[in-house]
């Protein structure tokens, strides 16, 4: 004879019995030969066989469910409710990581960026930032520099205490926003900076080819002579009539690192620069994801 195995919460009227391994019987009531069929229960068709014993006493009688949950002080409908609300509840916050898993499938990747969904949960991977100027997307562990968004905050609120905080924490040009490794150093990290252009500027015009613009830009300003730095050229081209991509790159006194730039221009009257860098070492993990987000960064006209 098959039998299973059940473990049921059993709710009856004023208390609730917990049946451990309980027993129930597999095979079909049947009747002993020679003794009459019972009559049919009230309200079932005559050819279907009322529930054994068995049955009725582990699953209870018609509405003792609905009675027990009265009894403490629900129904089914409120249960339906708090399951709906915790499911809802789960997915709204990428309970362990089970939205991004969701939004990363291929077939619903691409509608999930076009949603914006991915500037709150990672889709295959990445995040994205998102400005009213420019976009991008930045590997899902990496954080934002805290440093550079205080001073930002502060710049757009007109006060001063932060940006002289990122002077002096990071002499240059500021960035508008940058983002690096948990506990990362200098070595690796993204940047995005933003520079007015002379009035007639263009890449193409004002720079020549991509390979000469760049060529120029090592030469002038990354690795000048006599600054102890030595850059090497490794590619250069041109993904629009206003963007720019350099690959190259910088050996500094204590370790040589791996760089690949974005420029883009904007209404013919500013420049953003997108920076990637990581120890030259590290280039090979890192290359496509490098990539990735260089092909993502997009600067609104």
């Not at 949950?69 to 129904?75: F, Q, V």
Request: with cysteine; aromatic share 8%; net charge positive.
């Amino acid at each position: 004879r098959a039998t299973r195995v059940v473990i049921i919460i059993i709710m009856r009227r004023r208390r609730v019995v917990l049946m451990s391994a309980a027993v129930v019987a597999s095979r079909a009531w049947q009747v002993p030969a020679g003794v009459s069929r019972p009559a049919a229960v009230r309200g079932t068709p005559p050819d279907v066989e009322p529930p054994s014993e068995e049955a009725r006493y582990v699953l209870g009688r018609p509405g003792d469910l609905d009675a027990d949950l009265r009894l403490l002080g629900t129904s089914r409908a409120r249960i339906v409710q708090f399951v709906s609300l915790a499911a809802f509840l789960g997915l709204a916050g990428d309970l362990f990581g089970v939205t991004s898993t969701l939004l990363s499938v291929p077939a619903l990747r691409e509608p999930a960026r076009r949603a914006g969904l991915d500037t709150y949960y990672p889709v295959a991977g990445f995040k994205r930032y998102a400005e009213p100027e420019f976009e991008l997307l930045y590997p899902e562990t990496w954080l934002e520099d805290q440093a550079v968004y205080v001073a930002r905050t502060a710049a757009r609120a007109g006060t001063t205490d932060a940006e002289a905080l990122l002077r002096k924490r990071r002499p240059g040009p500021e960035p508008l926003v940058a983002f690096g490794p948990p506990g990362g150093t200098a070595s690796e990290n993204l940047s995005v900076f933003k520079s007015d252009l002379a009035p007639g500027f263009s890449l193409q015009g004002t720079l020549g080819p991509p390979a000469v613009a760049a060529q120029t830009l090592l030469d002038r300003a990354i690795a000048p002579p006599g600054s102890g730095k030595t850059a090497e050229l490794i590619d250069a081209f041109a993904t629009a009539s206003d963007t720019y991509v350099f690959e190259y790159t910088l050996a500094l006194t204590d370790r040589t690192l791996h760089n690949l730039a974005v420029i883009a221009q904007r209404q013919g009257k500013l420049l953003y620069t997108l920076t990637l860098l990581c120890r030259d070492a590290d280039w090979p993990d890192r290359e496509a994801t490098f990539r990735a987000v260089a092909s993502s960064f997009r600067v609104r006209q």
